[in-house]
Each structure stands twice: as C-alpha cells, then as structure tokens.
C-alpha cells in the first residue's frame, strides 16, 4: 500500500468529556509531524460540519493554543447529535473527497463508530484510499472490546466526589438523599459512587442500576432497612433503571416521552428523582427527602478531572494518528488493561465496536442488586486516582448532667 498524501480531518461527536480535547490535540499534535500530511482540518459540530464543510484549519493552530485546549473540558470544536444514515455519510464522502481527506478519526461513541464504519465501506467501493479510524470517548463506559473509555475516569471521580460530599451534608442533617446519575443501559458511572466511602456506615447506601430491574417494593424496603439501621439513607440511581418488563421507571412519571432517536427520555427534567422521592415520602412517611439529577455537570466539570484520563485519552489520539499515517490501517482504537496498573494499546476493526454496547457484568454488582462487589471498585479506582480525604471527629462524649 502507497504512502498517503492528503489532508487529516478530525470531528467530535456525542456528549463531551472532561477530557475529549487531549484526545482531538493528541491526534492532532502528532499528524502535523508526518510529511505526507498536507493539513489537518478540525470539522465544526461533528458530522453536521462535515456536510457543511465547516472546517478549522488546526494546521495554523499554535501549539501553545492547542495545548491549552487540551487541558479544557468539553468538545473543542463542538458537538452533534446527528446520527448519520447511509445517505448523510456518503454525502459526507463527497465532501472528503473534494477536500483531499485521506485521514479520518472521528472522537466518540459506538454511533461515531458506526458512522466511521459506513465511511469506510463508502471509501472502499469507490477506490478512494481513505484512512479510518474511531477513537473512542463516552462517560457511560460501554464501548464493546475496550478495557474502558477514555472520558469516564473524570466523570466517575466527579460522580464519587459528589456522593461524599452529599454523605457528608446528609450525615449532619440525616435524611434520605436520591441522586440520579447518568446511564441509559450501562451502570458503570452510577456504580462509581462508591469510589469515596471510608466508613462503614458512609454513604451512598443504595445503588440501582439499568443492569438489574427495581420495582416500587423492593425500592422502598430498601430505603427503610437502611434508614433504620443508619437513621438515614443515600441512594445512587441510574437515570435508565427498569422494572421487571424492562420498561423504564421514568416511564411511569412521564409516560414514555421519545427523543429524536426514538429513546425514551431520560434527562431534561428531575422526573425519576421526583418519582423515587414521591415513593419514600408517601409511603415511607420520612419527612425529610431529597432528590437531586446530577445532570450535564457529570461530564465536563471544571477542574475535576482524573489524571490517568487524561493521560490515555491523549493517548488514543496520538495512536489513531499513528495506525492511520504510519501504518495505513483502519479501526478503532482500543485499550487492554495488563498487569496492575498498566495499559497497552491496539486496533480493533471497526464492526467490534458499531452499533452496540456493553453493560456491567454481574460479578460486579452485588446478589441484591442494589449495590456494587469490591470487583468493581478494584476494576475503577485506577481509573478516577485518589480521592480527597475527609475526617470525623474522633472525642468522647462529655458526661451529662441534667439530662441522664
């Protein structure tokens, strides 16, 4: 196979990360190195500024700029939600052609996957040498193949940050708290709030994930046995949470309300905090609740961001530049966890990680299914790093005199 001379296109796609930029600058940073590369075009809002050809020109960008961009969270060069059709993608190829795009690397998740997927079957019946390759970004950590995802470290260590400080608010004016997290189907950033607990009785105390069907019952007899063992109750809830059917709970407050891609609506409002709430006050009769959906600010929080994270999503950007330029191949960039911490990168075709997801296995969540193993917590807490220490106070109580 002939060496390549073109230009590099890179997009972003999906909900952005605290860390999604180191992997645009990474990819970014190492094709300005390869003489074949002519220039490195940046494609403005995803897909949608492909068809546009709205473009950056990030070969004019300096460096110190790209660099300080890297360090910013959320997507650089913007986002999309456009999930592209056979049609939209060979439209897409049009515009690559007349630009001289020899280089593809696209930042996102299994639907940014599929998209690079179509692009490059588009390539391949035309005869157009085209270099594809996914590099991979979500916070819900469901990428199929891949040990993890680059972007779900920093939204898991803020998630575990959260939950400890609300265990901390809620031990001091006891209560029930509910924090709803994000997760369609996946629950491996609900389940990430343990990260932070220190002592037996920390919370969250309760935790639900899509993984596992809750109904109304069981729900409440849970919040009761641990408020009466604790005096108070912390649950975790992923926003997707089923009943036994399969069928969304949130299902119940907003009657399946659709989205654009025909999903059921999960965020938007503080619906399923409102439901689960609703249950504990009416039924319950604790006084005291509280529910919170912890929303965007889950994904691109300022100054929370894991180390590790950042480190290997820039990682994956300089090698989907390398598989592609040095190499000539396509795929999906992939990481395999050996030893004890340490990562090794590789390819992996296109079609492993289109389309599906992957879910939590069931070593990791407990028999209850309200909580998570300490195989999970092993399997995520290199991923998040430390997390801040925090204290009680340690004293005896003074003796009483008027009231013995």
């Known amino acids: 196979m002939s060496r390549l001379e073109g230009k590099v296109l890179v997009a972003q796609g999906g909900g952005p990360t605290a860390v999604i930029n180191q992997s645009l600058i990474g990819a970014v940073l190492e094709s300005r190195k390869y003489p074949q590369v002519t220039h490195v075009y940046g ?23 790209l660099e300080a ?70 916070i819900d950590n469901d990428l199929r193949v891949t040990d993890h995802c680059p972007g779900f470290g920093s939204a898991a260590k803020y998630v575990a940050q959260a ?13 029930v708290y509910i924090g709803v997290v994000m997760g369609r189907h996946a629950g491996f950033l609900t389940a990430s709030s343990i990260l932070a607990r220190k002592y037996p009785d920390d919370g969250p105390h309760l935790i639900y994930l899509p993984e596992r069907p809750v109904t109304k019952e069981q729900f409440l007899a849970d919040v009761k046995a641990a408020y009466e063992k604790h005096g108070r109750c912390i649950v975790a809830a992923s926003e997707g949470i089923v009943d036994p059917s399969g069928k969304a709970i949130i299902e ?16 938007g409002t503080g619906a399923l905090g409102d439901l689960l709430s609703g249950w504990v006050t009416q039924e ?107 204290e009680r106070i340690h004293a005896p109580r003074a003796p009483k005199i008027l009231n013995k």
């Open 284 to 390: 319950l009769k604790i006084k005291r609740v509280r529910a919170d959906t912890l929303g965007y600010i889950q994904r691109s929080f300022l100054g929370c961001v894991s180390e590790v994270d950042q480190f290997e999503a820039r990682e994956v950007g300089e090698k989907a530049a390398q598989y592609a330029i040095w190499h000539n191949q396509d795929g999906s960039v992939a990481m395999r966890r050996i030893g004890d911490y340490a990562i090794e990168y590789f390819l992996t075709p296109l079609e492993t990680v289109a389309r599906h997801s992957r879910v939590m296995p069931d070593e990791y969540i407990n028999a209850e299914g309200n909580g998570v193993t300490s195989t999970f917590v092993d399997y995520v807490r290199p991923l998040t790093g430390p997390m801040p220490r925090y």
């Open 252 to 267: 119940q407050f907003t009657g399946g309300e659709r989205d654009s891609h025909g999903n059921v609506r999960l965020s």
């Open 163 to 175: 939950f400890a400080g609300v265990n901390l608010d809620n031990r001091a004016l006891p209560g």
């Open 69 to 138: 961009v890297a360090g910013t969270p959320s997507s650089g060069l913007m986002s999309t939600r456009d999930k592209p059709s056979l049609e939209y993608c060979q439209e897409m190829f049009t515009v690559m052609k007349a630009h001289n795009i020899r280089y593809f690397f696209y930042i996102g998740g299994n639907d940014s996957a599929d998209t690079c997927r179509i692009v490059n079957e588009e390539a391949a019946k035309s005869g157009y040498e085209l270099r594809v390759i996914h590099v991979p970004k979500t």
């Open 43 to 65: 494609a403005i809002h995803g897909v949608s500024g492909i068809k546009k050809e709205d473009f950056y020109d990030l070969t004019e960008a300096t460096t110190h700029n």
